[in-house]
Structures are given as structure tokens and as C-alpha cells.
């Protein structure tokens, strides 16, 4: 097995149908590609190549029906040496005529009749009929700028014939249809001819056309240009002659799951059997004889009856990356069906003893009709080995024999962490993995039926554990992808129920599964176990309830995930999408029980009426005047998106207008780029029970790689792109923090907000030089975020994307912080974008989970007001760690009092967080409040006891000498 990733989105298809190569391709057998085009696929037929002026190209018409080529296509711009290719029309691109290949579309109301063959004429029709003494059907471009008899061609886009046409050795032709409104074109052929610098491979390609919606489309994936096979692909070419189709059943060209307007692969074709040279025929059907059977492919051996002599499959496998085996080599065998996988095309086999050799697999994919074959009976096939995208199989198959019931396989136990290198000798085979697995990803579950599935615990991203420099970062990097690996369930296509699901209708990162056995599969660059038993989760990580944080006044950061109330911008592009967006919001904003949020990812309308609607919405859910918006700050860039601010009115209030600052930081436009490299901060000063604070929310700039340059481009440290940007704008961030100290009089700021950096990357410890970390101090494994696009591997896993950090004034009166897991968990597919799938409530309400906190605003006492102490005494009863002097009320603290030793041992055991003791270790404290907290001192080795030496009594009301707490604490901390 050989492969790479993907890069860019995933795309699936039963890439093991296709019967492509340039080698396996030559051994065309009639059971294999007898049947005929099916309806409405068109042929290019012929072409002729510089030098000749009568250069044109030919489609033909095999079916029985007239074909309207009013949406039909001609092109041969695809210009892979950069973003330019003809698949791009939908989005206004697509090439052609700025740098000299065309792209053309027939004629309004063109046709073309069953059986017939036309040209176009690409150096004009005077040309062509000069060169061949008839006249072509269309012409590229009108010659000498005159309309004639013969119709031209249309323009594809603006100037994509530009008045030239010309083919030469080495380039492209594609005939395809697109109707004008979706995403996605369909090809009715296409041919690579001469050297495949410009072949196409539309493999990981999504776009987004001119529908309505904003989602993109997938195409599935084309051949690979390397398994391209090209007309003359040593470039030799007879002047004089043309290219002209000698097969009009396209040969073994893969006949399912490709972007064809049938469903064929249109790339796959053995285009070097199925093409030839010869005399122009141009309107006219070719003078080559088919092709020959065979191509000179060793011919395969005859099936013969089940026992015979055949190559064990752990032969063919062999012991190399890359199979023992050259492709279209003949391969007889016989192994136990281990497991059918309808949308692969195909079902896996596997020595019924295999040979012991752990280097070697003992499994293989055939690629072939299912009908007939049984789970756990013999079969003896007969087909040619293939390396298709990285995976050993047999196709082609000729022949198949059921044996009959074979012998159990029982699964090969797989512990993981595993390499891609160690996994290799287990393609195809039936195994069965050593751990509990934990789901890690559930991107992809809806549409191609994945999970990403990890043994031990969910994916942590790198960065977000281990700083750049680290050694363990990469050491994190490279376990992480050890012990993950796919789990699919056997489709290629969006599967009609979505699988593992639990009983609760979500599958969260981090549910487990005790038992997973299947076939290990190879495709798209990754491994991935095809189970051949029911795959069950358990709900280990059940959705939780809001955080409950202390304080007496709560401040939370939420981005809300594109919130824009005009349709079709980045949010909803319907106003059903739009309602399922607002509602999981406002009971998320609602759930999360917070009096102050930091709201990121708001539409930057100038009306304001995302904000406002949002405000509105959570006021008719609440039943009264409840939240409001701090209002319009006194600049604000026009980045498409925005922070805001809002507030429960009666819990806090604000003081003055909203802040923020214009900067190059994040008003710079990248060099290419089309709007500002950043969303400025805004800041808002509140007071609570007399307390004074700033919230300043932030959005940094994205990980997006789009115009990133020089320092801003991806350094390959797992910090992505527009790391400098983002810490230059926390660096700004933290000089906006002095001065609103300074402008408000008070040092208590809170900085929170998406900062498009994890834990440990650079931005955040570029804040972490001024201010408290609170969110990272206070949890242990913090996350707002799950980030598993396989591409960007291995910087990838749950990490923590939001954050919440105060100044030192401000640490001490934090309560408690924490998020609430509501989002990051859930599958996409619960999403308001999918209002049919859509959560209840707050869940999947947005990409991020939110993080509350909460403050102690001043000091609960009141007898501490203007003494020296007060300070001291805020700490530490902002710390928990005294409740004050008169219980139950605690609303004085008595600062002048002397401190009894029953007082002493309550403050530290809430102090040094003492275990409970079980021991009674003295006698005349049994009446006292303080026996738990005394014995619980004694119990730690504080305290012996206040009558040495028999110490059977503490005096839990006696007072205490300055010498006393001196030995207390040396006990305690010595």
C-alpha cells in the first residue's frame, strides 16, 4: 500500500470500482467494458493539433436520441499550473482566453442527432473548409470578425475565447454540461493527450456555485494524473494526421461513481487503446479498426475448480509497501469472504491460515460484483492486481467460484498507537482493536458515515498542551495520530440512516465504544475499519448542565457562529435556518446564566439589527426587558463580522459608552487579500454592588491561509497562518488594556473572547505576560473547540480556541471559570444549517462552547470599610477562605478581634483544602462549630494540642499568640 494525504475536504466514492492505469487498462476484455454509453453521454470523437490551420475538434452522438447542446461545453482550459480550471465556471472563472486556451459554449438551441458526428472549427470555418473541402458545424470564433454560415461558439465567461483556438502536443479536452445554477459540473468525456502537465484531477475539490445555498458540493474523485492514461503519452504525433476514437464504448472506463452525466469516470479511460492516428475524417465516422483484446497483457490463467493450485493472497500482498505485484499483473486465488462493502464495489477476502509472517496482510479488496458472494464461504477468483490510491486489491476479476462455507477467520487483535507503516501489514484483513475507543471526531458521520475513533481519551490538539520549541509537542503531535483511526461504516455516499448513533440521538466526543471489529481499509490518504460486527457507543460524555461558578456576578465570552440576520451572507441562508439559529442561541445565552457576554462572529451590519434582534428574541423569551446591548462603539472597521456586548439590565450596569481602537493590527488588508486582517475589540466598563470592571471582547484573525504572506504565512509549527497578525494584535490588545485602565480610573479588566490561537501558542502567551490566565489555571483539560480536518494533520484535536484572562487587580475576586460543553461535542449535523437535524435547545447552537465566570464583587462585610486591612480581608474572603464573625449572617469579619484556634483551624483547612478526618482527637472540642475543622488540622500534623504533654485538649476558644501561629504555620508549610 502507497498513498499520501488528501488535502482539502474529503470527498468519497468506491474508488476500488475503477479499472484504471495505463498498464491494466490494455487488458480489455469484452465481459469487462462490452456495454454501450448510456443516454445523453456525448463523445469527443476526433481532433487535429497545430501545425495544421484546419485544427478542430469532433463530438459524436452515440445514442438513440437527439441531444440539446444548449448547456454543453468544449474546452481545453485548464491551466494546471495555477487556480484555473474549467470546473471553475460556476463560480464565474474557469479560464480560457487570457492565456491562450479557450472555453466555449454551443450554441443557444444547438443540437446534436442520434448517431451524428460535428466539428468545431478552432481556427476558424474558411480554415476548415480549406483544409478538408467541407464545411465545419460551429466555429470556435467568428473568422475575420464576420458572421458566416457556420455558427460560433459562445463564450463560456467574459473573454474566454479571446479570438484564438489551437491545440498542441500536451494539453486537455473536455466536453461537459452545466445547467447555469449548481454547484457541480458534469463531464460527457474528456481526453489527455502528449505529456499530462494540464490533465485534471478534481479530486478534494468543493465549491460553492450560484444556487441559493452557501453549502459547497463535492466532486467525487476523478482518476489520480499519475493513473491517467494518455493518447500518444510519448508526445509523437504525424503531422497531417489526427486523433480519432477507435472504441466508441470508451474501453474499461470506469462505468459508476464518477462526475460523469452517466456516473462514469470519465478521467479512467484507457485513452492510448481507445485513440489513434490516422487521415482527417472530420464529420464523419473514423477509418481506425477497434482496438485488439489483450494489449499484451499476460492473459489470465483459467479459474479451474475450487483446491486447485492458486497464489496465496499474503503472495500477492507481499511484504512490501507496495504489494509484491506490478499492476495488471494475473492473479488466481482463494480465501474466506470476510466482509461485503456495497458502496467500495467490492467485498475483502483473507487466507483461511495465512502465513504466520506479520510483515505480510493476508486480507485483499476485490473489486467486483457482490451478487453471489457470502460472508464466510470460500471463493476462488481470477482478475489483475491493482495499487489503486494506496490500496492493494484484485479487479478486473473474470472469473468466481463459491466454494462453500470456509473456516471462522477470527480477527487479528490490533493495539493502538499504531504508524501508518504498522498499521500497512493489516490492510485488508480482519482485526479487531484492544481498546475501549473514544469518538474524536464526528465531522463527516452524516455525510460519508465516519467517526474518527481514539484509543485512551479524545484527540487533544498539540498546541494547545505543548508550546513551539517543545520536544513533547511533537511527540503529542505524532501519538495523537497513532492512536486515532477512522471508523467507517462500508459506504461512499451519504448513507440513507446515519450510523452509531446512541440512544440519545448524539454521538459527543468522548463517548466510547468497548468493541470494534471489522476489515482495516485504506482510501483517501487514511486507514479506516469497515466493522463486519455492529459498532455500539455509550454515552460516556453526556451533554452537561450549566457551570455553576460562584461570585455574585458572572461575565461569559460566546462565538456565536456567523449570526448575520441577512440571508445568504456567511450565516443562514434561510429564514428556517435563521429561526434554528436564534433559538438555539437564546437558549444557550439563557442556559448559560451569565450577566455579562462577549458575543463574537455578529453580521458587521450598519442598521445593527443582528444585535438588535438577537436582544429582542432573548427579551420575548425571557417575558420582560431583561437584556440589552451596550450600543455603538466610537469606530468600528468593515470587516464582515463583529464583537459585541450585552448585559442583563439590574445586574450590572454600564458605565459610559462602549470602547475601541483603530489600528493597523487589525484594519491592515493583506497584499490579495479583500477585507481587514482583523475585528477591532470592544470594551465596556460596568459596576456591580459598587464594584467597578472592563470587559473588552476580542476576535483575533482566523487560521485561514488566504493572502497570507512572509511572516503571516504557515510556519509548519502547528500554529497555521497569520500567527505574527494574532500576536500583534494581542500585543495591542494588552497596550488597549492600559489605557482603558488609565481612562477609567480602575485596574480590573477581563480580556476574553476567540483568539484563534490554543493554549500554548503564541498569542496567548504574549497576553499571559500581563494578565491571568484564569480559564487555563483553573481546568484541567480546558476546550472550547474540536479542529480534525485530516489534511491538517497532525495539528488537530479538541482544544481550547476561546479564553478568558483578567488583569492581577482582577484574579483574586474570579470565583470560578468554566465552559459549557454544548457545542464542540456535538456532531455538525445537529446544527441550525441542517434545521431538519437540528439539537433541542442550546446543543450544537454553535461551533464554540461558551465560558462563563464568575466575579465576587466587594467585600461581603461591612465592618471592614476603612481599615488597612481591608484589602487582605477581600482576598481572602474572596478565596473562601473566611466566611466572616457572626454566623450565620457573616456580614462582619470583626478586623480588630483576636483570632481564637478554632477560628485558625476552620481558615486552613478551607485554605490548604484539609481532607475530613475521622478521629476525634481531643475532648473539649465537642460542642465547638470548629471539631470537623480541628480534627481535620490534627489529622494534617498542624496542630499537637494546647496541653503538652498529654495534649488531649486544643482550647478551641482560647486566643493566639503570634508564637503559636508562627508554629502552625511552620508545621503546615515547613
Known amino acids: ?170 494539453e486537455v479536452l473536455v466536453l461537459y454540461s452545466w445547467d447555469g445554477a449548481t454547484d457541480l459540473v458534469q463531464d460527457h468525456d474528456y481526453v489527455v493527450f502528449g505529456d499530462k502537465a494540464e490533465a485534471v484531477d478534481k479530486t478534494g475539490v468543493a465549491i460553492d456555485g450560484p444556487d441559493a445555498g452557501t453549502d459547497t458540493s463535492a466532486y467525487l474523485p476523478d482518476t489520480s494524473v499519475a493513473s491517467q492514461d494518455a493518447v500518444a503519452p510519448d508526445q509523437v504525433h504525424t503531422s497531417g494526421l489526427s486523433w480519432q476514437r477507435a472504441d466508441l464504448t470508451e474501453g474499461v472506463e470506469t462505468r459508476t461513481g464518477g462526475n460523469g452525466v452517466t456516473g462514469n469516470d470519465e478521467t479512467s479511460e484507457a485513452s492510448s487503446v481507445t485513440w489513434g492516428e490516422t487521415v482527417p475524417t472530420p464529420n464523419a465516422a473514423t477509418t481506425l479498426p477497434p482496438p485488439a483484446a489483450g494489449g499484451g497483457l499476460a492473459p489470465l490463467p483459467p479459474l479451474g475448480a475450487c483446491g486447485d493450485p492458486f497464489t496465496a493472497i499474503y503472495e500477492i500482498q507481499g511484504a512490501t509497501g507496495d504489494g509484491a505485484f506490478e499492476d495488471g499483473t494475473p492473479a488466481l486465488t482463494e480465501g474466506v469472504v470476510t466482509g461485503i462493502f456495497e458502496g467500495y464495489g467490492g467485498y475483502n477476502i483473507q487466507d483461511a491460515t495465512g502465513d504466520g509472517d506479520a510483515a505480510t496482510s493476508d486480507g485483499i479488496f476485490v473489486a467486483a460484483d457482490t451478487a453471489g458472494v457470502t460472508v464466510g464461504n470460500t471463493v476462488r477468483i481470477v482478475g489483475r492486481t491493482m495499487e489503486l490510491f494506496g490500496l492493494s486489491e484484485i479487479t478486473g476479476v473474470e472469473g468466481f467460484l463459491d466454494c462453500g462455507a470456509g473456516p471462522a477467520i477470527a480477527p487479528t487483535v490490533v493495539d493502538l498507537p499504531l504508524t501508518a507503516a504498522e498499521r500497512e501489514p493489516f490492510e485488508g484483513m480482519l482485526i479487531t482493536l484492544s481498546d475501549t475507543m473514544v469518538a474524536t471526531d464526528t465531522y463527516n458521520l452524516p455525510n460519508f458515515g465516519e467517526v474518527w475513533i481514539a484509543a485512551d481519551m479524545v484527540v487533544r490538539q498539540p498546541t494547545n498542551v505543548y508550546s513551539v520549541g517543545d520536544p513533547a509537542l511533537q511527540d503529542l503531535a505524532d501519538e495523537n495520530m497513532a492512536r486515532a483511526i477512522i471508523l467507517d461504516d462500508g459506504s461512499t455516499s451519504t448513507p440513507a440512516e446515519v450510523p452509531y448513533l446512541p440512544a440519545g440521538g448524539t454521538l459527543r466526543l468522548g463517548d466510547t465504544a468497548s468493541t470494534v471489529t471489522g476489515v482495516m481499509h485504506y482510501s483517501f490518504g487514511q486507514f479506516r475499519i469497515n466493522p463486519t460486527v455492529p459498532v455500539t457507543f455509550t454515552e460516556s460524555n453526556p451533554r452537561p448542565a450549566a457551570p455553576a461558578v460562584g461570585g455574585d456576578v458572572t461575565v461569559a465570552t460566546f462565538n456565536v457562529l456567523n449570526y448575520w440576520t441577512t440571508l445568504g451572507g456567511r450565516g443562514a441562508s434561510t429564514a428556517e435556518q435563521l429561526d434554528e439559529q436564534t433559538e438555539g442561541l437564546v437558549a444557550a445565552i439563557m442556559g448559560l446564566g451569565a450577566d455579562i457576554i462577549g458575543l463574537q462572529e455578529m453580521e458587521n451590519d450598519p442598521a445593527h439589527t443582528p444585535i438588535t434582534t438577537l436582544v429582542a428574541e432573548l427579551n420575548a423569551a425571557e417575558g420582560s426587558t431583561v437584556w440589552a446591548w451596550v450600543g455603538e462603539v466610537n469606530y468600528y472597521n468593515d470587516y464582515p463580522i463583529r464583537n459585541e456586548i450585552i448585559y442583563r439590565i439590574g445586574a450590572v450596569d454600564p458605565l459610559g459608552d462602549p470602547l475601541t481602537i483603530e489600528d493597523p493590527a487589525f484594519d491592515d488588508i493583506a497584499p490579495g487579500g479583500t477585507s481587514q486582517l482583523g475585528r477591532p475589540p470592544v470594551a465596556q466598563t460596568f459596576i456591580a454592588n459598587g464594584e467597578k470592571f472592563t470587559v473588552v471582547s476580542n476576535h483575533f484573525k482566523s487560521k485561514s491561509c488566504t493572502a497570507s504572506s512572509g511572516d503571516d504565512a504557515d510556519m509548519g509549527d502547528g500554529q497555521a497562518c497569520y500567527n505574527a497578525r494574532r500576536v500583534l494584535q494581542a500585543e495591542r490588545v494588552l497596550e488597549f488594556v492600559g489605557a482603558l485602565q488609565a481612562f477609567t480610573g480602575d485596574d480590573d479588566v477581563i480580556v476574553l473572547g476567540d483568539l484563534n490561537a490554543y493554549m500554548a501558542e503564541d498569542p496567548i502567551l504574549e497576553l499571559e505576560t500581563e494578565l491571568t490566565n484564569v480559564f487555563a489555571e483553573m481546568n484541567d483539560d480546558p476546550y472550547t473547540y474540536n479542529f480534525f480536518a485530516a489534511s491538517s494533520a497532525p495539528w488537530i484535536g479538541r482544544g481550547n480556541l476561546d479564553h478568558i484572562l483578567v488583569t492581577p487587580e482582577m484574579a483574586y475576586k474570579v470565583s470560578g471559570v468554566e465552559a459549557w460543553n454544548i457545542n464542540g461535542d456535538e456532531p455538525n449535523m445537529l446544527g441550525w444549517n441542517t434545521p431538519a437535524l437540528s439539537a433541542p435547545g442550546p446543543y450544537r447552537s454553535s461551533d464554540h462552547d461558551p465560558i462563563v465566570m464568575g466575579i465576587r464583587t466587594p467585600s461581603p462585610f461591612t465592618d471592614t470599610v476603612g481599615n488597612i486591612f481591608a484589602d487582605d480581608i477581600f482576598w481572602v474572603a474572596q478565596a473562601g477562605i473566611t466566611f466572616g464573625c457572626n454566623p450565620p449572617v457573616n456580614d462582619e469579619y470583626c478586623p480588630n478581634d483576636l483570632l481564637t484556634r478554632g477560628q485558625l483551624a476552620a481558615m486552613f483547612v478551607r485554605a490548604l483544602y484539609l481532607p475530613a478526618s475521622a478521629t476525634d482527637y481531643f475532648t473539649d472540642d465537642d460542642t465547638s462549630i470548629f471539631e470537623d475543622d480541628i480534627n481535620a488540622l490534627a489529622e494534617a500534623g498542624i496542630t499537637l494540642g494546647c496541653n503538652p504533654p498529654a495534649n488531649d485538649n486544643y482550647c478551641p476558644n482560647d486566643s493566639l499568640t503570634r508564637g503559636q501561629i508562627a508554629a502552625f504555620w511552620h508545621r503546615a508549610l515547613g
Request: aromatic share 10%.
Open 1 to 170: 500500500m502507497a498513498g499520501s494525504l488528501v488535502s482539502g475536504r474529503r470527498i468519497r466514492l468506491a474508488v476500488t470500482l475503477a479499472l484504471v492505469s495505463s498498464v491494466l487498462a490494455l487488458s480489455a476484455t469484452a465481459s469487462v467494458h462490452a456495454a454501450e454509453p448510456a443516454a445523453d453521454h456525448l463523445l469527443l470523437s476526433e481532433f487535429a493539433v497545430t501545425p495544421t490551420a484546419g485544427e478542430f475538434v469532433e463530438i459524436f452522438n452515440p445514442t438513440d436520441a437527439t441531444v440539446d447542446l444548449t448547456d454543453v461545453y468544449l474546452t481545453d482550459a485548464t491551466f494546471a499550473g495555477g487556480p484555473t480550471y474549467y470546473y471553475q465556471i460556476v463560480t464565474g472563472g474557469g479560464g480560457g482566453g487570457g492565456f491562450g486556451d479557450f472555453h466555449a459554449r454551443f450554441p443557444a438551441g444547438a443540437s446534436i442527432a442520434a448517431g451524428e458526428y460535428q466539428t468545431v472549427a478552432l481556427n476558424g470555418s474558411d480554415d476548415f473548409l480549406a483544409a478538408y473541402g467541407v464545411a465545419a458545424t460551429y466555429e470556435l470564433y467568428d473568422d475575420a470578425g464576420a458572421a458566416d454560415g457556420v455558427p460560433a461558439m459562445l463564450e463560456a465567461t467574459a473573454g474566454s475565447i479571446g479570438g484564438q483556438g489551437g491545440l498542441s502536443d500536451g
